[in-house]
């Protein structure tokens, strides 16, 4: 059993690979041929196997269809990914991972499941009772929920996100960092999946300034909600909660730009980040922007 990559010292991945290579040898399937059975990307289980990437719960729920097991895998890749959040938080990527539909605000950050890799290790350091070896930690589990917008088995959600325009010029990271992430936005902003629009400054005061939200809806099952905080946060499925996220949601989104006109927006930044990064002049705040529609 090859491989050194970042998991390599976690002994709940060692355990979770040492039976999926011991089952993979029995069964003489090669990791393309069990893939292809989970149904999921060629590299995937090349990754687990060489410690590349921590399985994630979908993961172990493929591998035990495959293998025609009960909650083995899955059970293991649980645990796994519990250990890789915030204990308030720790249910939620499920959730993620299972919607047929994610609604995300942010008022002051890009959303996590939009984050480059330095644009997201940038507000782990800022965390200062975080040691190296926790902020690689946070950092790969967050970067690992973006799956669920790129997976190849046919169910990717539908994101609707809201960004106030304020988390595009907020230099979290280096003017260099900044461009890649407003790129990054611009990229997933075309998926078909996605609807990506921008809450701008002549918004003025509005709800959306009290916090950040994410909610996830899947068919005949109730509504969560993750509510972001300085404390971490917290989850529910209360319907009181859920049902006042719901409202004020569509209320940031009767705020926001048109898509093309937030794609505009953003492109407009990246191009400022860029300069700056070039030049070191300072890159624009509070330019105006298109009328919200």
């Known amino acids: 059993m090859a491989g ?9 991945c060692q355990d979770f690979v040492r039976n999926l290579v011991s089952l993979r040898t029995v069964t003489g399937w090669s990791q393309p041929e069990l893939a ?11 990754n687990i196997e060489s410690y590349q990437r921590a399985p994630r719960i979908e993961h172990g729920q493929g591998i035990d269809g495959a293998f025609k097991l009960t909650n083995v895998f899955e059970a293991k ?3 796994i990914q519990n250990q890789s959040y915030p204990e308030a938080f720790a249910s939620f990527p499920e959730q993620e991972a ?24 940038a507000i782990f350091e800022t965390l200062l009772d975080l040691l190296p070896d926790e902020v690689d930690r946070l950092v790969t589990a967050r970067l690992a929920r973006q799956d669920v917008l790129f997976r190849e088995d046919g169910h990717r959600p539908r994101l609707w996100a809201l960004v106030d325009e304020s988390a595009l010029s907020r230099p979290v990271a280096s003017p260099k960092a900044m461009h890649e992430q407003c790129l990054r936005l611009l990229e997933v902003s075309r998926l078909p999946t996605v609807s990506l629009a921008v809450v701008p400054y002549s918004a003025g ?16 099952y109730p509504r969560i909600v993750n509510t972001d905080d300085i404390a971490d946060g917290r ?12 409202l ?3 209320s940031l989104q009767h705020e926001a730009m048109s898509n093309g006109a937030s794609r505009d927006t953003i492109t407009r930044m990246a191009e400022a980040w ?7 002049e300072r890159a624009p705040t509070a330019a105006p922007t298109a009328v919200s529609v």
């Not at 529910?236 to 719901?246: E, F, L, T, W, Y």
């Not at 860029?274 to 070191?280: D, L, P, R, S, Y």
């Open 4 to 12: 050194s990559g970042q998991f390599a010292d976690d002994e709940r």
């Open 36 to 46: 292809a059975k989970c149904h999921f990307s060629k590299g995937v289980i090349s």
């Open 77 to 79: 890749a649980r645990a």
């Open 98 to 121: 299972s919607a047929d539909d994610i609604y995300i605000w942010e008022h002051s950050l890009v959303p996590g499941l939009l984050q480059t890799e330095r644009y997201a290790r």
């Open 205 to 220: 005061g509005h709800v959306g300034l009290s916090g950040a939200c994410s909610v996830v809806e899947r068919d005949g």
């Open 235 to 246: 989850v529910s499925d209360d319907p009181v909660i859920v049902k006042r996220v719901a």
């Open 248 to 250: 004020r949601f569509r």
């Open 274 to 280: 860029e300069a700056q990064a070039k030049t070191g």
